[in-house]
Structure formats: C-alpha cells, structure tokens
C-alpha cells in the first residue's frame, strides 16, 4: 500500500473542520471568554453593592449599547459553554459517541446556544 502524502504545509484556512470541531474549539474560546471577563464581573459587581451611587453608575454603565453587545457575548458564552460542557460530560460517560450521535448533540449545543442568546438579546435590546 502506498502511504498517503501527508501535507508539509498546512493551511489553516483550507482545512474543513466538522461540527463537533467546532463545538470543541469554541467551548474552550467560551471558557477563555468568561475567564477574561471574570475580574470586570467581579468589580462591576462590588461597585454596584457599595452603595446606592454605585449602583446607579452601574446602571449608566449597562445602559450604554457597547456594553449590552459585550453582555450579549458573554450571554453567548456562558451559554455555549454550559451545553457544550453537558455534551462533554455525556462523551465522558461514552453517550453519544458514534458520529451520527456526536453530529446531533454538537447541533444541539449550537441550537441551544443561539437560542439563549437570542433570548438574551430580545430582553437587552427588545
């Protein structure tokens, strides 16, 4: 049998990932997301209990659109990050883990995601 060339030079934009590739590299892009963010959720959120001017800063804050798009991406986030780790830990106990299964459930995650987010997005923006 003669080997497969293998390619030398691998072009990132070339290659053609499956869904649950995708679902893999953005849960960890997620967790980097909501790891980032961590330190101004918690500053915001000390800011908005040290007193009733706080709060209201923090509320000017949150009422600005840029602010409610990087909610809404942290919404995306946390949310995708939730489904896919539940699709993690069902590939752990080995459920799901034929190729028409892992297909399913990575649409699944995507579905679930969108629809939070989108969920999110009508009550910050609607």
Not at 62 to 67: G, N, V
Request: hydrophobic letters at 55%.
């Amino acid at each position: 049998m003669k080997p497969v060339p293998r390619p030398v030079y691998l072009d990132l934009f070339r290659i053609h990932l499956p869904l649950p590739g995708w679902v893999s590299i953005l849960h960890r892009v997620s967790g980097a997301l909501l790891f980032l963010a961590l330190p101004t959720g918690v500053w915001l959120l000390s800011v908005s209990l040290s007193d009733e001017a706080g709060y209201r800063y923090v509320s000017e804050v949150f009422a600005h659109p840029l602010a409610r798009t990087a909610t809404l991406v942290l919404v995306w986030a946390a949310s995708h990050h939730f489904f896919a780790g539940l699709r993690h830990l069902a590939l752990d106990v080995h459920w799901g883990e034929d190729l028409a299964s892992a297909r399913r459930s990575s649409l699944a995650v995507m579905v679930a995601a969108g629809l939070a987010t989108g969920l999110a997005a009508w009550r910050l923006f609607g």
